[in-house]
């Protein structure tokens, strides 16, 4: 008897500080961590990319109920080593709620900053990228992604608009 009381204040202190803790990350602003580099990297791995971000921390925004996760020196490399673009800042915005509710990262905008992207064969030469602005559904899980605005500014020019992406027929 006497372990079962042990054992079940155990679980309700761990709660506690779980929910105690939690407060705090958002009070505070976010958190970084080693094994979120590792995580956010393995994520985004296929079978032609993976990826590369240092120091990436996870900031909560209170006013639109979103996560920011925001890392520096993102690379994107071929299987073969290729580097194909490098910015020095990203950041990727995810709606807390159906995180929650439905265990689902729906991710609504993404911001790449200072960056370029090297694709010999669509681009003669390396394409030097100030700013990249992508907002809409950007799940790359679901069947299209639908970027309702997106800028980007490459060198002095600026270009705008909106795009659907059937990922099959991509």
Avoid: H
Avoid at 34 to 41: A, G, P, R, V
Avoid at 77 to 86: G, T
Avoid at 107 to 132: A, C, H, Q, R, Y
Wanted: hydrophobic share 40%.
């Amino acid at each position: 008897k006497e372990i079962f009381k042990t054992f079940i204040s155990l679980i309700i202190l761990l709660i506690i500080s779980a929910l105690f803790y939690s407060a705090w990350i958002i009070n505070k602003g976010g958190f970084s961590s080693q094994y979120l580099e590792k995580f956010i990297n393995d994520r985004f791995k296929t079978e032609k990319f993976y990826t590369s971000i240092k120091n990436p921390k996870i900031n909560f925004d209170k006013e639109k109920m979103r996560i920011i996760v925001d890392g520096k020196d993102f690379n994107i490399f071929s299987i073969e080593d290729k580097k194909i673009s490098n910015f020095k800042n990203l950041k990727v915005y995810i709606n807390f709620i159906p995180l929650i509710t439905e265990r689902k990262l729906v991710t609504n905008k993404i911001e790449m900053f200072e960056g370029k992207v090297d694709l010999p064969s669509i681009f003669p030469d390396p394409l030097i990228i100030n700013s990249i602005d992508l907002e809409g559904n950007l799940n790359p899980k679901d069947e299209e992604i639908i970027i309702d605005s997106f800028s980007t500014s490459i060198k002095e020019d600026l270009y705008e608009g909106s795009v659907k992406l059937n990922i099959k027929e991509f």
